[in-house]
């Protein structure tokens, strides 16, 4: 679905098909060379990594495994809490394994971070991320994100895999969401 099939719900279009299409081939380039010659695993989270992941995966021309995880942050509304719930686990050993998390959106941080430290326990050989969003502004816990797609402002998009109750996942780009849409 195009931006301009929901434009009335959308008070701005961040960011076109295009754009996320090229941004992305842009660190696929720096990723080959950062792993040559390495194994990669690919960490998803569900489900707002979907569309990042399948594109991701498919530019880059090193071979690479993916495996996927889920979890919920609790908090209230659209606010996360830091504190949250692995709703479905990885099913790869990350012992030794070198680990690249692929993200859609860092907003706090929070959900991450505890990620982060979880996934660290298992003792990887090494773990970076890649997001295509961040959300500078609204940073609650500082984390060094290796590869970022763009920066944003700090507000709440939808598409491209990001979503309100459900909605706009299959819009092929990102964009604001109206605030009479939500309130
Ligand atoms: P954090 O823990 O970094 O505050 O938030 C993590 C999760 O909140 C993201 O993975 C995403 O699911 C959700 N989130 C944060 N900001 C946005 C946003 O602007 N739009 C949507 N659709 N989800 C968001």
């Known amino acids: 679905m195009e931006l301009t099939d929901v434009q009335n719900d ?7 098909e295009e754009q996320i299409r090229s941004r992305i081939a842009e660190l ?5 060379r950062d792993y040559a010659g390495k194994d990669v695993l690919l960490v998803g989270v569900l489900k707002g990594a979907v569309m990042v992941m ?3 995966a498919r530019e880059l021309k090193i071979p690479v495994t ?3 995880m889920a979890v919920s942050s609790y908090g209230s509304g659209t606010q996360s809490s830091g504190v949250v719930r692995i709703l479905k686990d990885l099913d790869t050993d990350l012992e030794g394994k070198t680990v690249l998390i692929v993200e859609d959106i860092i907003d706090s941080g929070l ?4 990620l982060l430290s979880n996934l660290r326990s298992r ?3 090494s773990i970076e991320i890649f997001t295509l969003l961040r959300k500078p502004e609204a940073a ?6 290796k590869y970022v797609g763009f920066d944003i402002p700090n507000q709440f998009v939808v598409g491209y895999g990001l979503d309100y109750a459900e909605r706009y996942r299959n819009l092929r780009g990102v964009g604001i969401l109206a605030p009479a849409v939500y309130s």
């Open 66 to 68: 993916m495996d996927w």
């Open 111 to 114: 959900t991450l971070s505890w």
């Open 123 to 125: 003792n990887p050989e």
């Open 54 to 56: 399948a594109d991701f």
């Open 10 to 16: 959308l008070t701005e279009i961040l960011i076109t």
């Open 140 to 145: 609650r816990v500082e984390i060094d994100v």
């Open 28 to 32: 696929s380039r720096d990723i080959e």
